[in-house]
């Protein structure tokens, strides 16, 4: 089964060595469909190509990565970001971007980081982990919003992201990331480990 691939960046050479890396195992299953300049050109082909994954840079001229990611959100083809920079992970992530990658990260990575991201996986580069859970951590270690309590007690209910974020009326993109910042701020790694570490700190009632 293949995996169409879309790559969104404004330097044709970055797209050659994409091209090249992502295709050099014909096994893999990666094709490469198209190639876009800028994020209006991304999102006319994500429509004309229907790829299952755009590997999408957030700099470039025009409309940039970021705002291309609002307007794919919810159409099909998943977002991995390939960027050079690591500040932006959580706007991405609440923007609808599936995983986060950087442009050091090595081809055969880089390869199986599509085809996680075409499988619905969240793919974090380990420095964009590390600063993103830098980011959750700060305002209050161990203590969650009001919003976060909101989700963790409809996740505790056996509610799904998209019956949690139709209940709140707010997206699936941002479900998933309170979800990340609770993770990070109980550390834990999962909703049933979250769930079973809020009962514990009596965060939840019994």
């Known amino acids: 089964m293949s995996v169409r691939v879309l790559i969104a960046d404004d330097h044709p050479i970055v797209r050659d060595g994409l091209r090249a890396a992502l295709t050099r195992d014909p096994e893999s299953g990666i094709v490469v469909v ?19 994954v755009i590997l999408m840079d957030l700099r470039m001229p025009g409309m940039d990565g970021m705002a291309a990611i609002r307007r794919l959100a919810g159409t099909g083809p998943r977002v991995l970001v390939l960027t050079t920079f690591d500040t932006d992970v959580l706007p991405a992530l609440e923007a609808g971007a599936t995983g986060y990658l950087l442009k050091d990260a090595p081809p ?34 161990g203590q969650l919003s009001p919003r976060e ?16 974020a139709a209940s709140l009326f707010i997206s699936e993109a941002s479900i998933k990331t309170h979800l990340l910042h609770i993770y990070a701020k109980l550390d834990v790694r999962d909703r049933a ?6 009962y514990r700190r009596g965060l939840l009632p019994h």
């Open 34 to 52: 198209g190639e876009a300049g800028d994020g209006e050109e991304a999102v006319r082909l994500a429509g004309e190509l229907t790829p299952d």
């Open 108 to 141: 055969a990575d880089l390869a199986r980081a599509v085809l996680a991201t075409s499988r619905g996986e969240t793919v974090l580069a380990p420095a964009v982990a590390g600063r993103l859970a830098d980011q959750v951590r700060r305002p209050a270690r």
């Open 149 to 164: 309590l909101e989700v963790l007690r409809l996740v505790a209910a056996g509610a799904t992201n998209k019956e949690a």
């Open 193 to 198: 480990a979250a769930v079973g570490e809020a």
